[in-house]
């Protein structure tokens, strides 16, 4: 009998877990905007319908506050480009695993691999 409630509360809490994750995330990005849309396609000899999560972030709201050490989200970047002639900017040459991006008129030079930011320069391009 007690093995039977024990099993009960295990499962219950395992299934009630992903629900609290999913409104954790929710509430890290406050200007995340999601809408749920249901598609249906009509194909010969079937139907497929699609629920889906459309997450977009709301740009006039979101400041670039890049600091070191975060991870680069070019989703949050304005004018993201990936600056390859960081000559004409008057930028020094990455260091080997890095690349300058270019997020309205700053240089952030973020590690290719890791994504991670390790240095801002603030007005760099005009």
């Given at each position: 009998?007690?093995k039977?409630?024990?099993?009960t509360?295990?499962?219950?809490?395992?299934?009630?877990?992903?629900?609290?994750?999913?409104e954790?995330?929710?509430?890290?990005?406050?200007?995340?905007?999601?809408?749920?849309?249901?598609?249906?396609?009509?194909?010969?000899?079937?139907?497929?319908?699609?629920?889906?999560?459309?997450?977009?972030?709301?740009?006039?709201?979101?400041?670039n506050d890049?600091?070191?050490?975060?991870?680069?989200?070019?989703?949050?970047?304005?004018?993201?480009?990936?600056?390859?002639?960081?000559?004409?900017?008057?930028?020094?040459?990455?260091?080997?695993?890095?690349?300058?991006?270019?997020?309205?008129?700053?240089?952030?030079?973020?590690?290719?691999?890791?994504?991670?930011?390790?240095?801002?320069?603030?007005?760099?391009?005009?």
């Amino acid at each position: 009998m007690m093995k039977k409630f024990i099993l009960t509360a295990i499962a219950a809490s395992m299934v009630a877990s992903p629900m609290v994750a999913s409104e954790a995330s929710a509430q890290d990005y406050p200007h995340q905007q999601q809408r749920h849309e249901t598609v249906v396609r009509h194909q010969p000899g079937r139907t497929v319908v699609v629920d889906r999560t459309v997450s977009r972030y709301d740009r006039a709201e979101y400041r670039n506050d890049w600091r070191r050490g975060e991870r680069f989200d070019y989703r949050r970047a304005r004018n993201y480009r990936v600056i390859n002639d960081y000559r004409g900017y008057r930028l020094k040459a990455p260091p080997r695993g890095y690349h300058y991006v270019r997020s309205g008129n700053d240089a952030v030079l973020v590690g290719i691999t890791s994504g991670v930011i390790a240095g801002i320069i603030a007005g760099a391009i005009r």
